[in-house]
């Protein structure tokens, strides 16, 4: 049996943060949704649909993956943006045949016999649309899907107590093997793990009461920095002096968090290492926050949110949203968000203005004035930014980041 993890035509809900990613590969807790389809179940390497302008850097970052080929053999197809439970878990492991296992009009996994994987996949494009499957006999589910960004960011705090029952089997060594310094205080350390080479220093604080942490392999946790659980620092993260992380944060691999954050998500290689306000929000990788930038997550009026996306406004039902920011984007010092914001990728913002709750992807500027930011410009400026992490940008990154400029004018079209 194959397994094949492909994006639905949802996945428009999600931009800017996965203009450069499948949605699939999003981090929510302490690992992506598709490492948590891994885990579940017991699968050691899927094949990827995506996007066509994503497939040749998802080749080229996963060797020996197959992306966007189909071979005529019996394969579940499961939707990127199902976060999994024991329930769906049981239902996909004890099929038998042909299914399709749906909530309403959405397709959550199908199996289907190699017979009619061509029948299915023929004139497959950038997505998946569920009229493919609707030949299939079918069976309703309880299970949904993450529908919006915020959908991750609220359900944080419950992935990372889930997915750090899997984190530990999957190390099978000691729960404490990085190095904490004599003055630093691990509360609850039951529920702590900290990899190996990790460093926690004196006079920080990982208060784990109310939550696991989890503070991955060469992590370092600076002097002072106080940690609330559940949260996941990932691995070679530094988190600054005096930092505040609080409950229901998850930082990818390769950041650097300082100042106030809560309720976030990172993903890797981002910069938010200052002080500043970062509450309920999702940052793209490649980011950096300039010296006390804040990002507002709730209306002085307690009302619900309401953003931007897609041109179309829409009512997240939620009185917590912050900043939903794309890969490549900086902001300068003192820097300013309103609740619910979406900044798209490759943008450049500074000055001490109220930017708009929209801001489309290559844009540069201040308050209500932007301008394009030249896509050669920004080219360069990542493949300086990247290289100092040793990341090479790639041919095929890079026809990627010009494929998403073309395309970030559509964006700003709408």
């Given at each position: 049996?194959?397994?094949?993890?492909?994006e639905?035509?949802?996945?428009s809900n999600?931009l800017?943060?996965?203009?450069?990613?499948?949605?699939?590969?999003?981090?929510?807790g302490?690992?992506t949704?598709?490492?948590?389809?891994?885990?579940h179940l017991h699968?050691?390497?899927f094949?990827?649909?995506?996007?066509?302008y994503?497939?040749?850097?998802?080749i080229?970052s996963?060797?020996g993956?197959?992306v966007?080929?189909?071979?005529?053999e019996d394969t579940w197809?499961?939707?990127g943006?199902l976060?999994?439970?024991?329930a769906?878990?049981?239902?996909i492991?004890?099929?038998?045949?042909?299914i399709l296992?749906h909530?309403?009009?959405?397709?959550?996994a199908?199996?289907?016999?190699?017979a009619?994987?061509?029948?299915t996949?023929?004139?497959?494009?950038?997505?998946?649309d569920p009229?493919?499957?609707?030949f299939l006999p079918?069976?309703?589910?309880?299970t949904?899907l993450?529908?919006y960004?915020w959908?991750?960011?609220?359900r944080?705090a419950?992935?990372?107590?889930?997915?750090?029952?899997f984190?530990?089997?999957?190390r099978k060594?000691?729960q404490i093997?990085g190095?904490?310094?004599?003055?630093a205080h691990?509360i609850?350390k039951?529920n702590?793990f900290?990899?190996?080479?990790s460093?926690v220093k004196?006079g920080a604080v990982?208060?784990?009461?109310k939550?696991?942490?989890?503070?991955d392999?060469?992590?370092?946790?600076?002097p002072?920095?106080?940690?609330e659980?559940p949260a996941?620092i990932?691995?070679?993260?530094?988190?600054?002096?005096?930092?505040?992380?609080?409950?229901?944060?998850?930082?990818g691999q390769?950041?650097k968090?300082g100042?106030?954050?809560?309720a976030?998500?990172?993903q890797s290689y981002?910069?938010?290492?200052?002080?500043?306000?970062?509450g309920h929000?999702?940052l793209g990788?490649?980011?950096?926050?300039?010296a006390?930038?804040?990002g507002?997550?709730?209306?002085n009026?307690?009302?619900?949110?309401?953003?931007?996306l897609?041109?179309a406004?829409?009512d997240t039902c939620?009185q917590f949203v912050?900043?939903?920011m794309?890969?490549h984007s900086?902001?300068?010092?003192n820097?300013m968000f309103d609740?619910?914001?979406?900044?798209g990728?490759a943008?450049n913002?500074y000055?001490?203005g109220?930017?708009?709750?929209?801001?489309p992807?290559?844009?540069?500027?201040?308050?209500n004035?932007?301008?394009e930011y030249?896509?050669?410009k920004?080219l360069e400026t990542a493949?300086?930014v990247?290289a100092?992490?040793?990341i090479?940008l790639t041919?095929?990154y890079?026809k990627?980041?010009?494929?998403?400029?073309?395309l970030?004018k559509?964006?700003k079209?709408?």
């Open positions: 049996m194959r397994y094949c993890i492909f639905d035509t949802h996945y999600f800017p943060l996965d203009y450069f990613r499948p949605v699939y590969q999003l981090r929510c302490i690992t949704l598709e490492e948590k389809l891994r885990h699968i050691k390497s094949s990827f649909q995506s996007r066509d994503l497939s040749q850097y998802l080229e996963n060797p993956t197959a966007n080929s189909y071979p005529a197809f499961i939707n943006r976060i999994p439970d024991e769906i878990i049981r239902e492991k004890s099929a038998k045949g042909e296992l909530n309403g009009n959405e397709v959550i199908a199996q289907v016999n190699g009619n994987i061509n029948r996949t023929k004139g497959w494009e950038d997505s998946v009229a493919y499957f609707d079918q069976k309703s589910v309880s949904e993450v529908r960004p959908n991750l960011v609220h944080n419950e992935e990372i107590e889930r997915d750090y029952v984190f530990e089997k999957a060594g000691k093997s190095k904490v310094y004599p003055g691990l609850n039951k702590i900290l990899g190996k080479k460093i004196p990982l208060d784990a009461e939550g696991v942490i989890v503070i392999e060469g992590a370092v946790i600076m002072n920095a106080v940690i659980g996941y990932g691995k070679n993260s530094i988190v600054k002096i005096g930092a505040k992380i609080y409950h229901g944060t998850s930082i390769y950041c968090a100042g106030e954050i809560e976030a998500i990172i981002s910069n938010k290492q200052h002080e500043g306000f970062l929000a999702y990788s490649w980011v950096n926050l300039g006390d930038t804040n507002s997550d709730l209306k009026n307690y009302s619900s949110i309401k953003v931007t897609n041109g406004q829409v939620l912050g900043l939903m794309g890969d900086k902001t300068g010092i820097v609740t619910g914001t979406i900044v990728v943008c913002i000055g001490a109220l930017p708009p709750k929209s801001i992807s290559f844009s540069w500027g201040t308050g004035s932007f301008v030249d896509p050669v920004s493949k300086i990247m100092r992490r040793n090479a041919e095929s890079e990627m980041f010009m494929h998403i400029h073309a970030s559509k964006e079209n709408t």
